[in-house]
């Protein structure tokens, strides 16, 4: 496997190989790379020809108040993954490569990115689009996998794919979760062992919230309220939404539809979780639409 630091080193490999009609395929991470990173890995390996996986922890993505320093950086456990999984290219930039001095460009964000994180979170998403747009320049992909546990950021990076006609076909692969439920993350490793119990009541939560939905309830507030119930037995973790989503636009929905998404953000002490889940009614909506 090569380690590449260097932007303009990642494009000449990237551009050779197209040449040579390979496809290349993208994991952008953070590093910290978890099962959930290694699925992707794997679903991008079967995909294509050639695979890069970047590790850059982003700084325009974090908050001034956010855990950038704390991020946690096990580089050789990464690289040993990659490795061990086929990875051809880690393409690992500095901060400096990324965002040189004079650097002044940010992507404008679409309204999907408005709500929900982007509203908690003001920096992140612009932070996110901007990177993932100056990633695809750099590694020139095909196919580029992200996780639905970042259900909005999915989102995003389809819509600006879209706008900006970035030609990277984008792959979302379902969240892989722990034995007990809890969605994988590289912020996992921060709660307590204690919060780390606690923490899987998110999942349980929105598993309630599909429950109701699959006995036939299509009251949205009835569906959040089923989803606030199991939280609010957990006192130690606070609610940042809980919200029940159309799944293309993220706009919240007062009633349920055939294609619903239920996310969820919480803080448990200092560590914030997210998770989402999507549900499909391939059968459209029950007949007896009851109301809690
Ligand atoms: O999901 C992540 O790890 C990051 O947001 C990403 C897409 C690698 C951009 O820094």
Known sequence: ???????????????????QGVTIGFVPTMGALHDGHRELIR????????????IFVNPTQFGPQEDLAKYPRPISRDRALCRKEGVDVCFEPTAEAMYPNGFQTMVTLPIIARRWEGEIRPHHFSGVATVVTKLFGIVCPQVALFGQKDF?????????????????????????????????????????????????????????????????????????SAMAYVLKKEPAMTIDYLAL??????????????????LGAVRLGSVRLIDNLLVILPWGLPNRARRL
Do not use: F, H
């Not at 062992?193 to 998110?202: G, S």
């Open 152 to 224: 909005q950021q999915s989102a995003l990076v389809q819509q600006l794919v879209k706008d900006l006609n970035l030609g990277v076909e984008i792959v979302v692969c379902p969240t892989v979760r722990e034995t007990d439920g809890l969605a994988m993350s590289s912020r996992n490793v921060y709660l307590s062992q204690e919060d780390r119990k606690r923490a899987v009541t998110l999942y349980k939560s929105l598993r309630a919230g599909a429950e109701v939905i699959r006995r036939g309830v299509t009251d949205g507030k009835a569906v959040q």
């Open 43 to 54: 679903a991008a390996r079967l995909r294509c020809d050639a695979l890069v996986v970047s």
């Open 1 to 19: 496997m090569k380690i590449i630091r260097s932007p303009q080193a990642m494009t000449a490999w990237s551009e050779n190989l197209r040449r």
């Open 245 to 262: 989503c159309n799944p293309s636009t993220l706009e919240p929905l007062c009633d349920v539809t055939s294609r619903v998404v239920l």
